[in-house]
C-alpha cells in the first residue's frame, strides 16, 4: 500500500459524458502527478501540481483539467469523453519532486 | 525528445533461472532513473532510484544499476511471486519532475 488513495476504482460511463476521478496524496506529500495508461500509450504523464499550483503540462488533452484543493486533495475531469478516452488513470505523490508513489488508480470504461 | 527503450518486452523464467532486464535510454540531462514493479490492474510500485553511473541499489532478489546509457535490473533466482512487469523511468533535468516511462518488461516465473 503506497499510501496514495483513488476513487472511484472503475468507472463506465458513455461517450459525451463528464466524469470526476479523486486522489488524494500521501500524508505530507506536497506533489501530485496524474498518468493514463493505455494498451498502446503505455504509461503517459497528464499534469503536476505543487501545493495547489499547475507546476507542469504534459500530453493532456483540452477535454480534461485538473486542481488541487488546499488539502492537497486532487481532482482530474474528463469531459466529452470519447472511446479513446478508455483506460487507467494513476495519481502518484511525492515528498521530493523524486521519488513518485503510485495510487491504485481508476479504470475508465467509455461505452 | 527522451527516448526510454526496454528490453526484452517479455520474459520467461524458470524459478531460481538469474536474468537481467535492460532499459536503454536517450535524454538532454539524466536527472533520474526510476524502476517499477507493476502487478495485473494495479498502480506501479516504486522500486529504486538511481542517479549516477556506477550507482547499484539491491532489494531482496532485485538489483539496478546504471550506466551512462543504460539501467540493468537484474533478478537473481527469481520465484513465481517475481511474475509482474517491470518499468523502467527517467526524470531530466528541466523545471518539471514527470516520469518518462519505458514500455514495460513483462516478467513470468514458472515454478
Known amino acids: 500500500d503506497s499510501g496514495v488513495t483513488q476513487t472511484p476504482k472503475h468507472l463506465i460511463t458513455a461517450t459525451g459524458q463528464r466524469v470526476t476521478l479523486r486522489c488524494s496524496p500521501r500524508s505530507g506529500d506536497l506533489s501530485v502527478y496524474w498518468y493514463q495508461q493505455s494498451l498502446d500509450q503505455g504509461l503517459q504523464f497528464l499534469i503536476q501540481y505543487y501545493n495547489g499550483e499547475e507546476r507542469a503540462k504534459g500530453n493532456i488533452l483540452e477535454r480534461f483539467s485538473a486542481q488541487q484543493f488546499p488539502d492537497l486533495h486532487s481532482e482530474l475531469n474528463l469531459s466529452s469523453l470519447e472511446l479513446g478516452d478508455s483506460a487507467l488513470y494513476f495519481c502518484?505523490?511525492?515528498?521530493?519532486?523524486?521519488?513518485?508513489?503510485f495510487g491504485p488508480g481508476t479504470r475508465l470504461t467509455v461505452l | 525528445e527522451d527516448q526510454v527503450t526496454q528490453s526484452p518486452e517479455a520474459l520467461r523464467l524458470q524459478e531460481g533461472e538469474s536474468s537481467s532486464l535492460n532499459c536503454s535510454y536517450t535524454?538532454?540531462?539524466?536527472?533520474?532513473l526510476f524502476w517499477y514493479r507493476q502487478d495485473p490492474g494495479k498502480g506501479p510500485e516504486f522500486l529504486f532510484t538511481?542517479?549516477?553511473a556506477g550507482e547499484e541499489k539491491e532489494k531482496e532478489r532485485l538489483k539496478a544499476t546504471l550506466t551512462k546509457k543504460e539501467s540493468f535490473l537484474h533478478i537473481t533466482a527469481p520465484k513465481p511471486e517475481d511474475s509482474a512487469t517491470y518499468l523502467c523511468?527517467?526524470?531530466?533535468?528541466?523545471?518539471?519532475?514527470?516520469?518518462?516511462f519505458g514500455a514495460g518488461t513483462t516478467v513470468t516465473v514458472r515454478a
Open positions: 502518484a505523490s511525492s515528498p521530493d519532486f523524486a521519488s513518485q508513489y
Open positions: 538511481l542517479y549516477s
Open positions: 535524454v538532454s540531462g539524466l536527472r533520474g
Open positions: 523511468a527517467v526524470q531530466v533535468r528541466s523545471n518539471d519532475y514527470k516520469l518518462s
